[in-house]
């Protein structure tokens, strides 16, 4: 199993919160303080460094316009640890693909980055979550048909390497497509999708050899869709080798009340603050959702887990916490429930938790849980090739 | 009063099928409802019915019609209902549009209003007046649907549904609705860029009706998106937001009547 550490790199310094209405696409910018902004950004970044150091790798995202993540150019962050860090993989998860203009700029960003760090990338690509249509200015009822439209166009762009070709699909034109830098990799990085209901979806990424990742959901759910794309997954042979992703929060101390106020630091990301027509834009979950919408039974996609005791998303496996072992016990056990997964994205990082607190708990990980749990077996994807061999 | 009875029908318009409502017996009218269809079954199109044979088709994506990934903005959705019109065989016949469906019938008089008699413009979107930081239409998707409620009535009481009385199937034309409005809507936001420089093109008399207290688009918009069709005429209607028709049909229906008599 590998390991991952991330932050969504939050601002947390902000009014109390029942002053503000969001703390998305509409907060003032005028509460940023680029002071405090310029020490977050490397703090988070020096967070990442020490994992790396510690034989982490480092899993990075973007949103836009919120207080909850001001990585707001994951490729930026990404391209200052492929130059800053030598040894853990980088994973931006991810692009917004459905949400650029030009999805070659991603592939030439992706390639420059891979080439940097000779060959540590791996490249996800999200539909986006609802509120970020709205930065972006994209038709909320089109983002999955524009995520797999770009896939398809950055990756023959990759791989296309005997000079210009043109692509006329329905959301974006290019002529003369000729990449410069090609990837370090070969054929390309692998690639990562994320999802987190829709299993036609889920079953597109495994028959492609892509990783599935998954956030903060409910094990029985996990193992719902890991069974799922185990069912359809194909070796295309993409460095890595496909397999499944999940992230709980994850808080690693060296007593049990300190693990449990470092869990409760790391909820302030599940109770960020939203405003209801960012949390579901038009169209952007099929109809048959916004029928239960309308009766009242579906309030948007990322609310199943808000204003939940700790002991009870300890036990979804949604926040895992506690001294090393405990840590450890909690992960082969959430490795039992879902099936077996490949990759532990960790959030040990959120909200308020101090750096002293956040490489403690990233030191204490990497020390005294993650040889325990590394070895725990790659999942046997169902496919002809993995059978036959 | 006789209250008019309202048919339905399926209409292939040359691979897309069209949901045409139909009511009342007299000389045809076209309407074309609003994005929400708050005008099916309402008292402004069954007194409509009372001096027409009104015609109401739902656009492609809207009730139940179909909707192909090509189409993508209501200047498409123009030319299937103009389709619609010709396999209809109507000919010399008002029209009459409401909000989104007055952008689409604005949309096809600039392309073919040779079988129209009159149009009738409701609270239409469909243009901008301002420069790139004017709001001329609010953003209705941008903000909370409490403040949106109050920019679209003047009464909120009457924009209230008792979506826990109403069907799934009902349920689902609504979600449909609001879906399609954004798929065809969404950028340029509320507007065809084009169809200023083609408004011109109308020879149809035209009426454009505001409703005083619309929030969503003000009357000075309204005033200018009619100063854009030459002689058409500019009316409004006291208390009433962005659906006059729904909101004060009669104050609606004595400036159309005469307008279309």
Avoid at chain 1, 262 to 281: F, H, I, M, T, V
Wanted: charged fraction near 20%; include cysteine; charge should be negative.
């Amino acid at each position: 199993m590998y390991a991952w550490h991330f932050t969504e790199m939050p601002y947390p310094n902000l009014p109390p919160l029942d002053t503000l209405p969001t703390m998305r696409v509409s907060i003032p910018s005028k509460l940023f303080d680029p002071k405090i902004g310029a020490d977050l950004y490397n703090r988070y970044l020096d967070e990442h460094m020490l994992a790396d150091e510690l034989g982490l790798n480092m899993l990075l995202n973007e949103h836009h316009q919120t207080a909850t993540c001001i990585n707001a150019c994951a490729p930026l962050t990404a391209a200052i640890l492929a130059r800053q860090t030598s040894k853990g993989r980088i994973c931006i998860l991810g692009n917004p693909i459905a949400n650029r203009q030009d999805p070659i700029r991603i592939a030439e960003e992706m390639a420059m980055i891979d080439c940097i760090s000779r060959g540590r990338l791996d490249v996800g690509f999200v539909r986006g979550v609802p509120y970020e249509v709205f930065a972006a200015n994209s038709n909320p009822t089109q983002t999955v048909e524009r995520l797999w439209e770009g896939i398809d166009l950055v990756s023959k762009a990759w791989t296309h390497t005997e000079g210009p070709f043109n692509f006329e699909g329905q959301f974006t034109h290019k002529r003369a497509i000729n990449l410069w830098p090609r990837p370090y990799q070969t054929p390309h990085p692998a690639i990562w999708i994320t999802g987190s209901s829709d299993l036609g979806n889920i079953k597109r990424a495994a028959a492609r050899g892509f990783v599935f990742a998954t956030f903060l959901q409910p094990h029985e759910k996990v193992k719902w869709m890991f069974d799922g794309y185990r069912s359809a997954y194909n070796d295309t042979g993409l460095p890595g080798g496909g397999g499944t992703a999940y992230m709980p929060l994850v808080y690693t101390a060296d007593s049990d009340a300190e693990a449990e106020a470092g869990a409760r630091e790391l909820c302030w990301y599940l109770d960020a603050k939203s405003e209801p027509q960012y949390r579901n834009p038009p169209g952007y979950v099929p109809v048959e959702f916004n029928v239960q919408a309308l009766k009242g039974t579906f309030t948007g996609r990322t609310d199943a887990m808000r204003k939940q005791s700790i002991e009870f998303l300890k036990d979804q496996g949604v926040l895992i916490y506690g001294k090393p072992d405990d840590v450890a016990k909690q992960i082969k056990r959430l490795y039992d429930l879902v099936g077996g997964f490949d990759h532990l994205l960790m959030m040990q990082q959120a909200g308020h938790l101090s750096t002293e607190r956040t490489k403690r708990s990233i030191s204490l990980f990497a020390k005294e849980v993650y040889p325990q749990v590394q070895d725990l077996a790659r999942t046997r994807p169902l496919n002809a090739r993995v059978a036959a061999e | 009063m006789t209250v008019a009875e309202r048919i339905e029908n399926v209409v292939n318009v040359h691979g897309i099928d069209i949901e045409v409502r139909t009511y009342g017996t007299g000389s045809p009218l076209v309407l074309l409802a609003g994005e929400e269809q708050l005008e099916v079954d309402s008292p402004f199109v069954k007194e409509l019915a009372r001096d027409h044979k009104v015609i109401m088709p739902s656009p492609p994506g809207f009730g139940v019609s179909g909707r192909p990934d090509w189409l993508t903005s209501p200047d498409d959705l123009a030319y299937i209902m103009l389709d619609l019109m010709e396999i209809l065989g109507l000919e010399n016949v008002p029209v009459v549009g409401c909000s989104l469906g007055g952008w689409i019938a604005a949309e096809m008089a600039t392309k073919n209003d040779s079988s129209f008699s009159r149009l009738a413009l409701i609270g239409a979107y469909g243009v901008k007046v301002g420069g790139p930081f004017d709001v001329d239409i609010q953003d209705l998707w941008i903000q909370h649907p409490s403040k949106v409620t109050a920019m679209k009535w003047r009464d909120v009481e009457k924009s209230k549904r008792d979506y826990a009385s109403m069907a799934d199937e009902q349920l689902s034309v609504i979600a449909r609705n609001t879906e399609s409005f954004a798929r065809f809507c969404w950028e340029p936001y509320m507007h065809n860029p084009k169809l200023k420089h083609r408004l011109h093109r109308i020879a149809t008399p035209t009426l454009v009706i505001w409703g005083e207290n619309d929030g969503v688009a003000s009357t000075a918009y309204g005033k200018a998106y009619a100063g854009l069709i030459e002689g058409a005429e500019f009316t409004t209607i006291p208390e009433a937001g962005h659906y006059p028709q729904i909101e004060q049909p009669d104050a609606v229906l004595k400036p159309l009547r005469a307008f279309l008599a």
